[in-house]
């Protein structure tokens, strides 16, 4: 097979790259929530759906049994505080006004949620690996799994 040294060729064209590419733009990155999703089935938390229809926000992962929304976030487009990644130099008002849209928006959507009772939990690009969302994904879904557990525990709750 002849094989072009030094020139990369995306695998991808025409209408298939550009469907990948509006995907990659709008849910922020595909490659973290499949990693998301992996741990998971790793982990065994089972009950949710994917892209939930009709919940507000579209969460990416859904608990619907237990109402807990798990987001997961491009540190870049949703602008994570620890990364605080700059912006490109090139075209640099336009990606801020991008970005700056989508945090106000993810913020409007997180508060409407809980105020209609959803758990929303979420989790950085960044902090894929580092399974502390995991923890706090758990715990969300056990305080809903279990209502006597504490809301209902009297004066020997701790
Ligand atoms: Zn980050």
Redesign the pocket.
Same mark, same amino acid.
């Given at each position: 097979m002849a094989r072009l040294v030094g020139v990369s060729r995306d695998p991808l064209e025409g209408p298939a790259r550009s469907e990948r590419m509006s995907r990659v733009r709008g849910a922020g990155n595909r490659s973290t929530e499949l990693a998301v999703e992996a741990v998971l089935v790793e982990d065994g938390l089972a009950g949710w759906v994917k892209q939930a229809q009709g919940v507000r926000g579209r969460p990416d992962f859904y608990f619907p049994a237990e109402r807990v929304a798990l987001f997961v976030d491009g540190?870049f487009w949703h602008a994570?505080? #620890?990364?605080? #990644?700059n912006t490109p130099s090139t075209r640099r008002e336009f990606w801020s006004a991008k970005i700056e849209e989508t945090r106000r928006r993810d913020n409007r959507v997180r508060r409407q949620l809980r105020r209609d009772g959803v758990s929303v939990i979420r989790v950085?690009?960044?902090?894929v690996n580092d399974k502390r969302w995991v923890r706090r994904l758990g715990s969300a879904l056990a305080k809903r799994r279990g209502p006597r557990s504490r809301a209902d525990a009297g004066p020997d709750s701790t």
């Open positions: 540190c994570c505080p #620890r990364c605080n #990644r950085w690009e960044h902090e």
